[in-house]
């Protein structure tokens, strides 16, 4: 038998592939915050599982460029990007949009909505559309 | 010879656990650990076929899993009431403690049971869920091995979610 009985659990017998198909499930950014601050094996897990997914939004978050383009530069297989302003603003500029356009992802992107965008201006749309 | 199907020998399967004990299954059960179906179907599973990753323990939820799930799709129920059955049963199997839970999610991975791999991934999802990172570590007795360093940048790159 195993001497399992009084053992304390430890999720850290699981391989990180395993990890990241728990995080996959995870949805809202907060949880996701919340598991990458738990150890640096949760911390590479939640990368992984943010590179690879096919659909982010911001929308309703206060996120600024840096944050945005820090995940979509590592989701190498995003399809769908949604970063509209939304209640609280998601404050992605004219910069932002063009650090955007150097993501490996681009490519494959088929759909980004801006709706409600105050600080974007022809300037940066235009930039990431050449 | 009168009814044939009725004497139709029920095709079982003998699984060996790691620490050692022998299960005997049918063939409905075996079916569902598509890690051995090749053996199963190529008729290699003789004597028995070791299991050398799972524990006797768990290896006998995973069988009452499969043999409940086997029985409910055969049973000749309608498809909703069948649906409904399993997801009873399946939330009262997931009541078991962070440890057991953890193990069976190992095992669900390497026997390569879909089904029980999702359904142990979305309760220990719920589970990390809505609890802090403090609870989330006592829960699973994992250690901050973060330096004071990373634990400022990780802070940093996630600030806006906690707000």
């Given at each position: 038998m195993s001497t399992r009985g009084n053992e304390e659990p430890h999720i850290d017998q699981l391989p990180i592939e395993l990890l990241i198909r728990i995080f996959d499930l995870l949805t809202p950014f907060k949880d996701l915050a919340q598991a990458s601050s738990v150890c640096g094996k949760w911390r590479q897990g939640v990368k992984e599982s943010i590179g690879g997914r096919e659909k982010l939004s911001f929308a309703g978050w206060k996120i600024n460029d840096?944050?945005?383009?820090?995940?979509?530069?590592?989701?190498?297989?995003?399809?769908?990007?949604?970063?509209?302003?939304?209640?609280?603003?998601?404050?992605?500029?004219?910069?932002?949009?063009?650090?955007?356009?150097?993501?490996?992802?681009?490519?494959?992107?088929?759909?980004?909505?801006?709706?409600?965008?105050?600080?974007?201006?022809?300037?940066?749309?235009?930039?990431?559309?050449? | 010879m009168s009814s044939s199907t009725e004497l139709t020998e029920k095709k079982v399967f003998l699984l060996k656990s790691l620490d050692g004990v022998i299960f005997e299954v049918e063939e409905s059960v075996a079916v569902q650990l598509e890690v051995i179906r090749e053996l199963i179907e190529g008729d290699c599973a003789r004597p028995f076929i070791s299991l050398y990753n799972v524990t006797s323990e768990i290896l006998a939820l995973v069988i009452e899993y499969c043999k409940h799930h086997a029985e409910t799709c055969s049973g000749g129920t309608s498809a909703t009431i069948a649906d409904e059955d399993l997801k009873t049963f399946d939330n009262e199997f997931m009541n078991v403690d962070e440890n057991i839970?953890?193990?069976?999610?190992?095992?669900?991975?390497?026997?390569?049971?879909k089904s029980l791999f999702e359904l142990t991934c979305r309760t220990l999802a719920s589970l990390i869920k809505d609890r802090t990172i403090i609870e989330v570590r006592k829960m699973f007795n994992v250690e901050n091995d973060f330096s004071v360093v990373e634990e400022k940048a990780v802070r940093k790159e996630f600030a806006w979610a906690f707000k």
């Amino acid at each position: 038998m195993s001497t399992r009985g009084n053992e304390e659990p430890h999720i850290d017998q699981l391989p990180i592939e395993l990890l990241i198909r728990i995080f996959d499930l995870l949805t809202p950014f907060k949880d996701l915050a919340q598991a990458s601050s738990v150890c640096g094996k949760w911390r590479q897990g939640v990368k992984e599982s943010i590179g690879g997914r096919e659909k982010l939004s911001f929308a309703g978050w206060k996120i600024n460029d840096d944050s945005v383009i820090r995940m979509v530069l590592i989701a190498d297989g995003l399809k769908e990007l949604d970063i509209s302003r939304s209640r609280w603003g998601c404050q992605v500029t004219d910069h932002g949009l063009h650090q955007l356009s150097t993501a490996k992802c681009i490519c494959d992107l088929s759909s980004v909505s801006l709706w409600g965008s105050t600080v974007i201006t022809d300037k940066g749309v235009v930039y990431t559309n050449p | 010879m009168s009814s044939s199907t009725e004497l139709t020998e029920k095709k079982v399967f003998l699984l060996k656990s790691l620490d050692g004990v022998i299960f005997e299954v049918e063939e409905s059960v075996a079916v569902q650990l598509e890690v051995i179906r090749e053996l199963i179907e190529g008729d290699c599973a003789r004597p028995f076929i070791s299991l050398y990753n799972v524990t006797s323990e768990i290896l006998a939820l995973v069988i009452e899993y499969c043999k409940h799930h086997a029985e409910t799709c055969s049973g000749g129920t309608s498809a909703t009431i069948a649906d409904e059955d399993l997801k009873t049963f399946d939330n009262e199997f997931m009541n078991v403690d962070e440890n057991i839970l953890l193990e069976l999610c190992s095992a669900a991975d390497y026997l390569d049971i879909k089904s029980l791999f999702e359904l142990t991934c979305r309760t220990l999802a719920s589970l990390i869920k809505d609890r802090t990172i403090i609870e989330v570590r006592k829960m699973f007795n994992v250690e901050n091995d973060f330096s004071v360093v990373e634990e400022k940048a990780v802070r940093k790159e996630f600030a806006w979610a906690f707000k």
